[in-house]
Structure formats: structure tokens, C-alpha cells
């Protein structure tokens, strides 16, 4: 029997206590859950380092997670309360994200859950995002509606079981996250672009029409005319040597990169009959859009289940939380498991 075979043949636990590692971008993250309960979260981040670059650089990524991500399980075993000796699997990401900074973790936790004798659980890092949800409410249950929106990715997402999900539409060109990060480019803000744009913002008018990024009439969105149009909106009036308000273009730009998703995410649930909308993704933190899809889903009678912006940026616990579910479906990883660059959204990597 090879090892994700005796993984499947052992006996299994009903409130599994599972170790999740990430490692996909900037942030080295280990967190402990037993069952859905959060014992404990980690977020060792090399963010401040990469911003002198303005974006990440995946060398220093990847050295900044081999320096961190030793120190980072030990915290969360410690901090779960717990020996190593009682986790019950080790949940990885394998994928989508840089391929040197995902073989750090992907190689410490193997070792790990060889070590231990415990099974391996590859995650893919966008239904961690999609998971948090999960750890957020203990009660969620599916169907619902995923309102994904990260820096790679935006969706709206029938989720119609913990496994089984009906991409509803996505971004036909950028992400809502990477649309945050080339405004702020734009306006000369450090990175991250998206809290950068969201703290200026609360200083500015949202007075300036920007487009919607509405792409056709289905679920699909596009916010590439968005960026457009906040490039050409400044270049415009710095050419005509006009004064204009970065507040008023950050608040505006946020206005129209929020106001779809929130519209559309709700708008799927009544289509749906779904009873509760959830969000996930760094984008999901945007203190503008978190209010506005409180508004929208108690308007429309819709529960809305929100992680903690900590939980909705890259984390760990949401990495454990989707090994939870591939631990109850029996998926488990061989140590041949390899990362992965890219993922299509609703597929499987390519190994
Ligand atoms: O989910 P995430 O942490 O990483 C990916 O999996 O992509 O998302 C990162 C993206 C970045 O584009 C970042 O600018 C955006 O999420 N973001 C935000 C906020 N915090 C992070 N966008 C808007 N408002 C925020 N507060
Ligand atoms: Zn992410």
C-alpha cells in the first residue's frame, strides 16, 4: 500500500485535529483546528519586506518562508495547546501560487506527516478561501452562495456541498483584487494596493463615474474598463494640469469594484432560492464591501457569513479547514505530491 492508501484504510476521527500550512504568496501561515473549532493561527508575513519592491518577489518570498516556517508550526502546536503528537493529518497548499515559495511548505509538511505518521492532505489554495467560511460560522451548512474575490481570483460560486460546486461566473479579464492593486499603482500607494486604496478612500468622495464592471448579462464580471478608466481619468487630468482628489478616485474606484460584487452575489442567491451568501478572499477584508453586502443580503432577508479579515487574507486556519473536508471525503495526497503554478478554478492541479 502506497501512503495516501494506508491513509485511507486507518481508522478515521470524528473531530479530526488537523495542521494547516501555507506558503503560496507572501505569508507563512500555520494553524491547528479540531473539527471546525480554531485552536490556533500563525501569519508570519514577509509583506513589509517585498513592499520597498512594490510587489512580491518571489526570491525573497521564498527565502522568507524556509526562515519562518519552522518557527510558524511550532507556534500553532504550542499555541493549539497540543503535542505534535496528537495532530491527526497535515493539510497543505500544493497550489495555485509561486511554485519555489509553495515547495517550502508543501516539502516542510510532508516531512512533517511523515514524521508523525499522520495522512497528508494536498489544499488548493483557492477553496481555502472558499472554507473560511466554515471556521466563521460552525453552523454554515451548504447550499450557498461563495462570493469569491482575491488576487487572482473573482467569482460567484453555487456551493451546493462541501465538495460539489457550480461556478455561477468569474472575471473574464483581471481579478477584483489585482484591479485594487494596479489602482493603487496608479495613485502612487504602497503595496498591497487593496488596504491602501480602502484607507484613502475613507478620506474621499466616491463622486466620480466610474464603470461598472458588468461583462454581459450573466454572472461574469470584467475589470479591466475599470482599470481603464481610473488610468485614464488621472492621466487625463494631470495632462490638462488640473488639481484632482486621490481620495475622490479611491473612494470611487472602490464604490464600483464593490458595488458588482455585492449586487451580483446577492442577485445569484435569490436566483439560487439560497438562503445565505458567504465571502472569501483577500478582497472579502474590504471594510466597504463587508458593509455593503450586510446591507444588500438584510435587505433581501439573506444570512451572510463574513470570516474575520484575517481569516480572509491568506491564512492557515482556512488551508485546516478545507483539509477537514478532504479528511471526511477521503482524499489523501501521496508524498509524490507536487506544487502546482496554476489551477483552473473548480478543477483539479495537474501534478
Ligand atoms: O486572498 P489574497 O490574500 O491572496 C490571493 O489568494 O490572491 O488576496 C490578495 C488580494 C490583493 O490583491 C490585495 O490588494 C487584496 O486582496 N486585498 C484587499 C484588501 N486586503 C487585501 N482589497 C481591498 N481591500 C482590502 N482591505
Ligand atoms: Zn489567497
Given amino acids: ?40 493561527s500563525v501569519i ?20 522568507a518562508h524556509t526562515d519562518a516556517i519552522g518557527e510558524a508550526v511550532e507556534q500553532a502546536v504550542k499555541g493549539a495547546g497540543i503535542t505534535e ?14 511554485l519555489g515559495a509553495l515547495l517550502v511548505g508543501l516539502s516542510f509538511a510532508k516531512a512533517y506527516a511523515f514524521a508523525l505518521g499522520v495522512p497528508l492532505i494536498g489544499v488548493d489554495h483557492i477553496r481555502g478561501h472558499m472554507a473560511a467560511a466554515y471556521l466563521a460560522d460552525k453552523a454554515l ?11 487572482g481570483h473573482t467569482a460567484i460560486i453555487y456551493t451546493k456541498s462541501y465538495t460539489d460546486f457550480e461556478i455561477l461566473g468569474s472575471t473574464r479579464d483581471d481579478a477584483a483584487g489585482e484591479a485594487f492593486d494596479k489602482a493603487a499603482r496608479v495613485l502612487g500607494l504602497p503595496y498591497p494596493g487593496g488596504p491602501s486604496i480602502e484607507k484613502l478612500a475613507k478620506q474621499g468622495r466616491a ?31 494631470e495632462q490638462k494640469g488640473e488639481n484632482y482628489s486621490k481620495a475622490d478616485v479611491a473612494a470611487s474606484f472602490q464604490s464600483a469594484a464593490c458595488g458588482a460584487l455585492a449586487e451580483r452575489a446577492v442577485a445569484a442567491a435569490k436566483k439560487k432560492g439560497a438562503a445565505a451568501v458567504v465571502a472569501g478572499g483577500g478582497v472579502a477584508a474590504n471594510g466597504y464591501l463587508r458593509e455593503l453586502l450586510a446591507n444588500e443580503c438584510a435587505k433581501a432577508g ?9 481569516f480572509c487574507t491568506d491564512n492557515a486556519a482556512m488551508i485546516a479547514a478545507e483539509g ?6 477521503g482524499n489523501f495526497a501521496e508524498l509524490s505530491l507536487n506544487a502546482c503554478a496554476h489551477i483552473p478554478l473548480g478543477k483539479k492541479g495537474k501534478q
Fill in 302 to 310: 439573506l444570512k451572510l457569513v463574513l470570516p474575520e479579515k484575517k
Fill in 324 to 329: 477537514l473536508i478532504q479528511y471526511r471525503a
Fill in 141 to 151: 451548512e451548504p447550499p450557498f452562495i461563495t462570493l469569491l474575490a482575491s488576487g
Fill in 85 to 98: 503528537r496528537e495532530l491527526d493529518a497535515v493539510a497543505v497548499t500544493y497550489g495555485a501560487g509561486l
Fill in 44 to 63: 508570519l508575513s514577509s509583506a513589509a519586506e517585498q513592499a520597498k519592491y512594490g510587489g512580491v518577489v518571489p526570491e525573497i518570498a521564498s527565502r
Fill in 1 to 40: 500500500m502506497n501512503y495516501a492508501q494506508r491513509a485511507l484504510a486507518a481508522p478515521k476521527k470524528e473531530e479530526p485535529v488537523i495542521l494547516g500550512i501555507e506558503s503560496s504568496c507572501d505569508e507563512t501561515a500555520a494553524a491547528v483546528i479540531r473539527g471546525r473549532e480554531l485552536l490556533s
Fill in 207 to 237: 463622486s466620480i463615474p466610474f464603470p461598472k464592471m458588468f461583462s454581459g448579462g450573466g454572472y461574469d464580471f470584467s475589470y479591466s474598463g475599470l482599470k481603464t478608466a481610473v488610468i485614464n481619468y488621472c492621466h487625463n487630468m
